[in-house]
């Protein structure tokens, strides 16, 4: 059974920093796509960041966090991280880490991680 273990998030400052953590387990992985998507209530869950790890190992960022986080990770550890740099409190959201093994779309997620930003 395939997990997703997520850490990191809580409340932070405005114009702060935090990083999530994700590693899947229960299986091997090769070629997967790992991302994280945030969901804020009353909207639909939202791809954020992610990084495909075969060929030029792409990465993607929706404009919104465009320059203000960074997507890394081990493909071999199935291990993404997100760092979130001067943040908003339009980024309050339940962040999720979710893994696509096979470019079939995303079948494992996370339980969320809750990331708030306020004075």
């Known amino acids: 059974q395939v997990q997703l273990a997520e850490s990191g998030g809580g409340v932070v400052q405005p114009g702060g920093s935090t990083k999530l953590s994700c590693t899947a387990s229960?299986?091997?992985?090769?070629?997967?796509?790992m991302g994280w998507f945030r969901q804020i209530p009353g909207k639909e869950r939202e791809l954020i960041a992610s990084i495909t790890w075969s060929g030029d190992n792409t990465i993607y960022y929706a404009d919104s966090v465009k320059g203000r986080f960074t997507i890394s990770g081990d493909a071999a550890k199935a291990t993404v991280y997100l760092q979130m740099n001067s943040l908003k409190p339009e980024d309050t959201a339940m962040y999720y880490c979710t893994i696509d093994p096979d470019s079939g779309g995303w079948y494992y997620w996370g339980q969320g991680t809750q990331i708030s930003v306020s004075p």
């Open positions: 229960g299986r091997a992985f090769n070629r997967h796509t």
